[in-house]
């Protein structure tokens, strides 16, 4: 052969291997889109056994706040393995405590969380496990670069950071304090926490419009414009998408997570203008929310006459 047709040869295969290298990322990329929504409907038969036993609870604990100072209930505590971050209990609750665990089918952890009071479940001991657990990991979880305005470092994974890389649907886009299926201590969005109507966090989920548009669970990047921001969680093609378990028990797989927008709420002002809300709690493929008044009438109503 000679040196002609060696390059010949060399230059055929790099076309070849440009050509086939763009195939193997997508297919890779399928693959572990698969494999995502694999893991999301083992959680949500387990979750839909939990609710079963625990009177239509979602799995929670509570954890100490390092901003209220009082025990709150934690999503991200919902399942999975102790994480790195070092507030909200994330890196001590570790797997023998995280109360989804138990109701995998594949579990090799002790039931023992079963036992405690599903409204609040504060953690009394201090056994530290490192299982891995791996119903929890979505194998495109790309965790989020560093921003300065919610995190100083880059995460890598949202598994390794917290534990998990899915999410129960615990509060609104709003912020944290907008709970949505699992009670806060006060109703949702209250802007008075010191209110007369104060309770202990956690408790029964409350009735749902839609059990097939509601989400229970899904990946990290449902949350991704919280508060009008971006995580550049672009976990799915580059995409803000994701895999949603609703209440009924159905996936939902690749649905898009539109960029959050205000609209204004023109009946309350409280004295330090006008309030507004996050449109995109409702899509037309999901909602974060029991009922379409729920962020209105629980406290809206204390200001106007009706809800807009």
């Known amino acids: 052969m000679t040196m002609v047709e060696i390059l010949v040869v060399i230059a055929v295969l790099a076309v070849l291997m440009g050509l086939l290298l763009p195939t193997l990322s997508r297919v890779r990329e399928h693959s572990g889109e698969t494999t995502c929504a694999s893991n999301l409907r083992q959680l949500a038969a387990a979750t839909l056994a939990y609710r079963a ?8 604990i509570a954890a100490l706040s390092p901003f209220s100072g009082e025990d709150e209930i934690i999503g991200a505590l919902f399942g999975g393995k102790r994480g790195e971050l070092d507030i909200f209990g994330i890196n001590e609750i570790g797997a023998d405590r995280r109360p989804l665990n138990a109701y995998l089918a594949t579990s090799k952890f002790s039931a023992d969380t079963a036992s405690s009071d599903p409204d609040i479940g504060t953690p009394d001991d201090t056994r530290f496990l490192d299982e891995h657990v791996p119903a929890f990991l979505c194998p495109l979880d790309r965790g989020q670069p560093a921003q300065p305005s919610a995190f100083l470092e880059a995460v890598l994974t949202m598994y390794d950071y917290i534990g998990t ?5 615990d509060h609104a886009l709003d912020s944290e304090d907008c709970w949505t299926l699992i009670p806060d201590r006060t109703p949702p969005c209250d802007p008075d926490p010191g209110n007369p109507d104060d309770q202990r966090p956690g408790g029964r989920m409350p ?41 009924d028990g159905h996936v939902g797989i690749g649905i898009p997570v539109p960029k959050s927008s205000l609209g204004p709420v023109p009946c309350l002002d409280v004295g330090q203008g006008r309030v507004e809300h996050i449109e995109q709690n409702t899509t037309p493929f999901y ?13 809206l109503q204390r200001y106007c006459n009706s809800c807009p």
């Not at 890389?165 to 649907?169: D, G, I, K, Q």
């Not at 059990?211 to 803000?240: A, C, E, S």
């Open 287 to 299: 909602t974060f929310l029991p009922n379409r008044d729920w962020l209105c009438p629980q406290w």
């Open 207 to 247: 009735r749902v419009e839609q059990p097939t548009k509601t989400w229970m669970i899904g990946d990290q990047p449902i949350y991704n414009y919280q508060q009008l921001g971006d995580r550049l969680q672009r976990w799915h093609f580059k995409k803000v998408q994701v895999n949603l378990a609703f209440l």
């Open 165 to 169: 890389s899915y999410t129960l649907n």
């Open 53 to 60: 036993a625990w009177k239509d609870h979602l799995p929670q």
